[in-house]
């Protein structure tokens, strides 16, 4: 049987990149997307966007929903500071199998925890499970429709403060038109919209930034 997607990104992480450089992994597979197979990373352009969140917020403590091979875990872990942690939640175990790999390679296995399941599930274990009291930075970007609910869920289950930054990928391209209303009219939450591409494309699309106000 065939190779799928992921494995032959992974692939292509362990020929052209070097263990334990986390650059060397993020291009190499910028690499592959651009000139072998596109795939739904959050990519060169608006991870540079991604990267300036991350620097400016310094987390402590982040959050990722939706991990796919493991390609803006190693962009956002790469930045932690030292003693932070990041958690990754994926559902797909198939994918979750090449993220570990990937995170392996770039040599950030402790700073990052991936955990395998649906986000709605494990959100409310989050303190229990993970001893986590507040998330300073949530990165979004998993399941279009599941955006809403887990932010929802998120404030329910008091993993945010005040200040805790929210940053959304794919607002525009596929496009989470409930999650967009709901952060530019909610009293709680001061948005910003960074205009930019879809991966590997001339399509439109961007990252919302979204302060929790408390
Ligand atoms: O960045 C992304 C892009 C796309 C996507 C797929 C097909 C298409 F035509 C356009 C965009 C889907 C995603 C699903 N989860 C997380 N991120 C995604
Ligand atoms: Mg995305």
Redesign the pocket.
């Known amino acids: 049987t065939g190779s799928t997607r992921p494995q032959r990104l992974l692939k292509a992480v362990q020929k052209n990149a070097s263990r334990g450089d986390p650059q060397s992994v993020i291009s190499a597979i910028d690499r592959f997307c651009h000139s072998s197979e596109w795939a ?3 990519g060169d352009e608006k991870g540079v966007i991604l990267d300036s969140v991350v620097c400016e917020v310094s987390p402590g403590c982040a959050l990722e929903l ?1 991990t ?1 091979c493991g390609y803006s875990t190693v962009r956002i872990g790469r930045l932690l500071p030292p003693g932070a942690k990041l958690i990754t939640l994926e559902f797909n175990p198939d994918y979750a199998k090449v993220a570990r790999q990937v995170i392996d390679f770039a040599g950030l296995q402790e700073k990052v925890l991936l955990v395998e399941g649906p986000s709605g599930d494990l959100i409310p274990k989050m303190k229990e499970q993970y001893g986590i009291t507040t998330f300073d930075l949530v990165f979004l ?4 429709d599941r955006y809403l609910p887990d932010t929802k869920l998120l404030e329910e289950c008091g993993l945010l403060r005040k200040g805790s930054i929210l940053l959304a ?2 607002v525009i ?2 496009g989470t038109p409930d999650y967009l209303a709901y952060v530019r009219s909610s009293p709680r939450y001061e948005s910003k919209y960074f205009k930019s591409h ?2 590997y494309t001339k ?1 439109e ?1 961007g990252l919302e930034k979204s302060i929790f106000l408390g």
């Open positions: 739904m990373n959050v939706g796919y970007d998993h399941w279009k990928d794919n391209c596929p879809l991966e399509v699309d």
